[in-house]
């Protein structure tokens, strides 16, 4: 018989073993580390998607500085046969004075919009043109469609510093619209040029 005071058994014993504290340890560790790729996957998908819209938001700076018109079709950036159409440009003429390539080749959906498979699978971008923005009579932007709203979230904040998701462009160069209505993809605008 045991003596008040003593050490119980094993077999009623009062706590965790050493071995199930270090299992539930391991198995903790691993939801953590986990959760924290999954982040970070999104932060750096988020940040080379916001890096590859501001390369071409600035090759469509110089397109536009030789040409004073921006191209309807992306492809236009690298492929000067794209914008001797004159209804691949925005101002509907052909270009005479193409300098480009203005920035590396990528892969174009039928739509002629920029495919960004490398960095979000499904994800495309183009060139929008909105002309009821009040006191300018044009303003263009880059669209990626069919981006994960964790991926607008992180993108957001590397544009503007906040997560706050802005509806236009008065705080920055940077908007989006999240998924609504069940869908987890918006769409994430990059500013290229406010014309007055």
């Known amino acids: 018989m045991a003596k008040s005071g003593q050490a119980r058994g094993s077999y009623g014993q009062d706590g965790f073993t050493l071995v199930e504290l270090a299992v539930v340890i391991s198995i903790l ?3 953590i580390a986990s959760i924290l790729f999954i982040h970070s996957g999104n932060k750096s998908k988020a940040v080379a998607l916001y890096s590859y819209m501001n390369s071409m938001g600035d090759a469509l700076i110089r397109m536009k500085s030789d040409n004073n018109c921006y191209t309807r079709v992306l492809a236009g950036l690298y492929d000067p046969g794209v914008d ?18 203005y920035i590396k080749p990528f892969p174009v959906d039928a739509a002629g919009e920029a495919r960004v498979d490398n960095i979000i699978a499904g994800v495309t ?72």
């Open 125 to 196: 971008v183009s060139l929008e043109r909105d002309t009821s923005q009040p006191g300018f009579s044009s303003t263009y932007f880059l669209r990626a469609h069919n981006v994960p709203d964790a991926m607008i979230t992180a993108a957001i904040e590397d544009c503007t510093g906040s997560r706050t998701i802005p509806a236009d462009f008065t705080s920055g160069k940077c908007r989006a619209v999240p998924g609504s209505g069940g869908s987890t993809v918006g769409s994430f605008d990059y500013l290229v040029d406010l014309e007055q």
């Open 84 to 101: 001797e159409i004159p209804s691949n440009t925005y101002c509907g003429v052909a270009y005479t004075a193409w300098q480009g390539p």
């Open 29 to 31: 560790s691993i939801l």
